[in-house]
C-alpha cells in the first residue's frame, strides 16, 4: 500500500476506514424520521460531507499479537447523526501472506441506526511506477454522478468503463464506483498486475457489494497512485437508500475484506 509520514494526515484519505458511510452525503444533508438532518460540511469545494465521522479520529488498541491487531473508535452523536456507535477493525496476517480486515460496527444507541461501512487503500506494487500496472475489475455496471459527485444513474461497464479484461493505468481517468461485481473463489477481486506477471489484490467478502476506483497524480510522491475501495453502498445512501443498512439497538454487522500480493 502507499505510504506516508506518520507526522502528516493521510493523504488523498489514504487507508483510512469508512464508517457510518463512504464516499459522500449530497450537501451533508438527510432526513431521519421526516426531520431534516445537516452533517458537518468536510468536502467544502463540492458542499459534501465526505467520507463518514472517524477520518481524523484516533482508534484505541484493544488486543494485539504478533500477527494482528484489534482497534476501536467510536462515532458519538453529532451534526447530523444522533446516534453513538462503536467501529472495532481487526487487522490480521494470513497463513498465505495476505492481509485480513474485519470491520465490524455496533449500535450503543436506544434506536436504530442507519450505516455504511468502507475503506479507502491505495494499493501499489513495490516500487512499478502505478501508471504501469494493469487494473482488472470485474463489474456489470459503472454509477455516474452529477458535478458535486452524487450518484445520479447507471451504466453498462462496457467499452472505456469496461475493465473486466484489464486496462492500463496510465490510461485511466477514474473516480468512479462499480458495482454488479463478480464472484471469483468466494469474494470479489479487484487486481493490479505488473509486467513481469506480479500482482496485488483487493479482495472483498460479498456484503462489499461496490468498489470504487481512484486514480490521482496528486498521491505526494508518487506520479500516480490507485485506491480500491470496498463498500457496503454507494456514495449518498443515507438519501437514496441504496445499499443502505440499519442497526437494531445492540445490534451489530460485520464484513472482512484483504490485500493478498502474488510476487
Known sequence: VETYPDSSIPPSASGILLAPWANRIAGGQWTLDGTK???????PQLGNAIHGLLRNTGYTA??????SVTLAAEIF???GYPFH???????????DGGLRVRQELANLSARRAPFALGAHPFLRLGEVPSEDLVLRVDAAEKLTTD???????????????DLSSGKRVGGLDLDAAFTGL??????????LTAADGRSVQLWAE???EYVHVFVTDKFPGRSCAVALEPMTAPADCFNS?????????GGKFGAEWGILADL
Open 37 to 43: 438532518q445537516q452533517l458537518d460540511i468536510t468536502e
Open 62 to 67: 484493544r488486543e494485539s499479537s504478533a500477527a
Open 77 to 79: 452523536p453529532q451534526h
Open 85 to 95: 456507535l462503536v467501529h472495532e477493525v481487526r487487522y490480521s496476517l494470513d497463513n
Open 147 to 161: 458535478g458535486a459527485m452524487i450518484p445520479n444513474g447507471r451504466v453498462p461497464a462496457e467499452g472505456a468503463d
Open 182 to 191: 463478480t464472484v471469483r473463489d468466494g469474494a470479489y477481486r479487484h487486481v
Open 206 to 208: 460479498p456484503g462489499f
Open 241 to 249: 437508500g441504496e445499499g443502505l443498512r440499519w442497526l437494531e439497538p
